[in-house]
């Protein structure tokens, strides 16, 4: 490390005050990943776009060098993630449910800030809380033999709306290009003096407004067009991956479906979370407890809350999710 500190020095890296770079700023240097091609920003990483001076190999060699040979811990420590930290309310004072670190473990509790109550409630383990989580979780996994039937209804949704718009769309040109000629005649029919010019401005105006419609019919319906199936294709997938995740994804995982089924709806009491499910997940709960979603004709329902869905103005934004 200290012939780090001094080759960087003989080439011109040196501290603010000019003197040798201290061991923690060498070492930052050494775990940037900027140098591989990827950044750090916002504490996430990201793919850069500028040319690395460094292979990941060589990255990845450094690393284990340092690791064997550098102790971070002696500079800083570590950062103990607290995944479920803000994820929940306290039913008894209505504060947020925070997290601490004690000997080790991490242990979620009220904030107790609300001064007009006494809370009373009881730390709870992070593992316990884990386990909390996923049992929220469970009932809102959508069978994947569902999911994707519905992401096939929804790919065929998606065409004959493409198509059925597109017929439309060109219904509203053809009137367009009608009143083009309609207003191109009137124009032909003033300038060779057979039209009196009142009559052609009356004409003129009823005829451009007509097409002002026409026009804003059109693009109204190229643009609106079903809105909601890109949010409802999202939504089934995370639906999908919902069971998965409440079995075996990170407490990180976890508590980003958490936040998209229950929004700021869970509350902590007594070392038990519930909370009740926001649109589209709560149709999910319904459907499922509801017995015609397991009958034979067990395709129905699914068109059905789907409609429902659509007619709800859902706005959702999909959980990151891998591949
Ligand atoms: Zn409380």
């Given at each position: 490390?200290?012939?780090?500190?001094?080759?960087?020095?003989?080439?011109?890296?040196?501290?603010?005050?000019?003197?040798?770079?201290?061991?923690?700023?060498?070492?930052?240097?050494?775990?940037?990943?900027?140098?591989?091609?990827?950044?750090?920003?916002?504490?996430?990483v990201h793919e850069g776009t500028h040319q690395p001076i460094i292979s990941k190999k060589l990255f990845d060699e450094?690393?284990?060098?340092?690791?064997?040979?550098?102790?971070?811990?002696?500079?800083?420590?570590?950062?103990?993630?607290k995944p479920f930290s803000g994820l929940l309310r306290c039913r008894e004072c209505n504060s947020a449910i925070t997290?601490?670190?004690?000997?080790?473990?991490?242990?979620?509790?009220?904030?107790?800030?609300?001064?007009?109550?006494?809370?009373?409630?009881?730390?709870?383990?992070?593992?316990?809380?884990?386990?909390?989580?996923?049992?929220?979780?469970?009932?809102?996994?959508?069978?994947?033999?569902?999911?994707?039937?519905?992401l096939v209804r929804l790919d065929g949704e998606r065409k004959l709306d493409a198509q059925a718009s597109n017929i439309?769309?060109?219904?509203?040109?053809?009137?367009?290009?009608?009143?083009?000629?309609?207003?191109?005649?009137?124009?032909?029919?003033?300038?060779?003096?057979?039209?009196?010019?009142?009559?052609?401005?009356?004409?003129?105006?009823?005829?451009?407004?007509?097409?002002?419609?026409?026009?804003?019919?059109?693009?109204?319906?190229?643009?609106?067009?079903?809105?909601?199936?890109?949010?409802?294709?999202?939504?089934?997938?995370?639906?999908?991956?919902?069971?998965?995740?409440?079995?075996?994804?990170?407490?990180?995982?976890?508590?980003?479906?958490?936040?998209?089924?229950?929004?700021?709806?869970?509350?902590?009491?007594?070392?038990?979370?519930?909370?009740?499910?926001?649109?589209?997940?709560?149709?999910?709960?319904?459907?499922?407890?509801?017995?015609?979603?397991?009958?034979?004709?067990?395709?129905?329902?699914?068109?059905?809350?789907?409609?429902?869905?659509?007619?709800?103005?859902?706005?959702?934004?999909?959980?990151?999710?891998?591949?």
């Amino acid at each position: 490390m200290d012939t780090l500190r001094e080759f960087l020095a003989a080439h011109g890296v040196r501290s603010k005050s000019g003197k040798l770079l201290g061991k923690e700023a060498v070492a930052q240097i050494l775990t940037n990943p900027i140098y591989y091609g990827h950044f750090k920003y916002a504490g996430e990483v990201h793919e850069g776009t500028h040319q690395p001076i460094i292979s990941k190999k060589l990255f990845d060699e450094v690393q284990a060098v340092l690791t064997r040979r550098f102790r971070w811990s002696k500079l800083k420590k570590p950062i103990v993630p607290k995944p479920f930290s803000g994820l929940l309310r306290c039913r008894e004072c209505n504060s947020a449910i925070t997290a601490e670190i004690q000997k080790g473990h991490t242990y979620y509790r009220c904030t107790k800030k609300n001064k007009a109550c006494r809370c009373t409630q009881p730390y709870i383990r992070e593992e316990a809380l884990d386990i909390e989580i996923s049992r929220l979780l469970s009932p809102f996994s959508l069978k994947s033999e569902w999911a994707d039937d519905m992401l096939v209804r929804l790919d065929g949704e998606r065409k004959l709306d493409a198509q059925a718009s597109n017929i439309v769309v060109a219904e509203k040109r053809a009137g367009i290009a009608q009143i083009n000629a309609r207003l191109q005649r009137l124009l032909d029919g003033f300038l060779d003096g057979v039209i009196e010019r009142e009559v052609y401005a009356a004409e003129k105006a009823k005829l451009m407004s007509e097409k002002k419609t026409l026009e804003e019919q059109s693009s109204a319906l190229s643009i609106g067009r079903k809105t909601w199936l890109e949010p409802m294709r999202n939504w089934i997938l995370d639906a999908k991956s919902a069971g998965e995740i409440a079995l075996t994804g990170s407490r990180n995982e976890k508590k980003v479906l958490a936040s998209k089924v229950f929004g700021s709806n869970l509350v902590l009491d007594g070392k038990k979370a519930s909370g009740s499910a926001i649109k589209p997940f709560a149709l999910l709960r319904e459907a499922a407890t509801n017995s015609e979603m397991v009958g034979v004709t067990g395709l129905e329902p699914v068109t059905s809350s789907m409609s429902r869905m659509r007619s709800s103005q859902l706005s959702y934004t999909p959980i990151g999710r891998k591949g």
